[in-house]
């Protein structure tokens, strides 16, 4: 007769308590974060509902931020994807007013950032603050001074 050690069906126990507890808050975490996208895309003129379903979530998160649909192949390709979710995740922060900081915290944190942009005040100004003001997503870094340039020295030495 084999010798049965309960021990080990305490231990068991635990690790499938730790894995329920674990799902339990996964899907509260993931819940909230759908709940503020609903809302951000009904903010943005969109159905809300369109935040639950898989691929179609990212063709209308493209048409908020202003991008052609035909950019949804660049998610497909691997390593430019991570780096197209960061820019569309940035261009979707700054449609709602907020900066590049909040692309960091939204990426880490988007149970956190997505209701509080969803449910809070804050308005939808259109495909990018940048465009909605006249500008483009590409001129950030239209006004940099560079910190090496003094104005009392001449450009040119010999002059």
Same mark, same amino acid.
């Given at each position: 007769?084999?010798?049965?050690?309960?021990?080990?069906?305490?231990?068991?126990?635990?690790?499938?308590?730790?894995?329920?507890?674990?799902?339990?808050?996964?899907?509260?975490?993931? +819940?909230l974060?759908?709940?503020? &996208?609903?809302? =951000?895309? @009904?903010?943005? %003129? !969109? *159905?809300? #509902?369109?935040? +639950?379903?898989?691929?179609?979530? &990212?063709?209308? =998160?493209? @048409?908020?931020? %202003? !991008? *052609?649909? #035909?950019?949804?192949?660049?998610?497909?390709?691997?390593?430019?994807?991570?780096?197209?979710?960061?820019?569309?995740?940035?261009?979707?922060?700054?449609?709602?007013?907020?900066?590049?900081v909040?692309?960091?915290?939204a990426?880490?944190?988007?149970?956190?950032?997505?209701?509080?942009?969803?449910?809070?005040?804050?308005?939808?100004?259109?495909?990018?603050?940048?465009?909605?003001?006249?500008?483009?997503?590409?001129?950030?870094?239209?006004?940099?001074?560079?910190?090496?340039?003094?104005?009392?020295?001449?450009?040119?030495?010999?002059?």
């Amino acid at each position: 007769m084999n010798n049965y050690d309960y021990n080990d069906s305490v231990g068991s126990g635990v690790f499938a308590a730790m894995g329920i507890g674990t799902t339990l808050v996964s899907l509260a975490l993931s +819940i909230l974060a759908i709940a503020g &996208l609903w809302k =951000m895309f @009904e903010k943005a %003129g !969109k *159905p809300g #509902w369109a935040a +639950i379903i898989p691929v179609y979530n &990212l063709i209308v =998160m493209l @048409e908020i931020v %202003g !991008k *052609p649909i #035909w950019w949804i192949f660049f998610f497909l390709i691997p390593c430019v994807n991570f780096v197209v979710i960061i820019w569309v995740l940035n261009l979707l922060m700054k449609s709602f007013g907020k900066d590049s900081v909040y692309t960091v915290l939204a990426f880490f944190f988007s149970f956190i950032i997505f209701p509080m942009i969803g449910f809070g005040s804050d308005r939808y100004l259109g495909p990018s603050a940048a465009e909605a003001k006249g500008g483009n997503s590409f001129d950030q870094f239209k006004n940099y001074k560079n910190p090496f340039d003094d104005p009392n020295t001449p450009k040119d030495p010999t002059a």
